[in-house]
């Protein structure tokens, strides 16, 4: 994978972060074509930026902590 293809990925995870549409760690990894430990690692990658990202059991989604905007 490039480094745009990565980056790409990055933003889409955090797009569905931001909409709370991600479902859990394999229907997020479904929507981005990649498997479960590839969409932590994009997670640890946006954390590494400053975002505080948790789980909602109730929602079934990912979600923002904090005031969080990504950028590259």
Do not use: P, W
């Not at 480094?3 to 479902?23: L, N, S």
């Not at 640890?44 to 904090?66: L, M, R, V, W």
């Amino acid at each position: 994978m490039s480094y745009f293809e990565f980056i790409d990925r990055v933003k889409r995870t955090d797009y569905f972060i931001r909409t709370q549409a991600t479902g859990n760690a394999v229907e997020l990894g479904q929507k981005l074509g990649v498997c479960r430990r590839t969409v932590f690692e994009y997670m640890a990658c946006i954390k590494g930026k400053g975002a505080e990202i948790a789980y909602s059991k109730s929602k079934k989604t990912y979600y923002y902590k904090n005031d969080f905007m990504l950028n590259f």
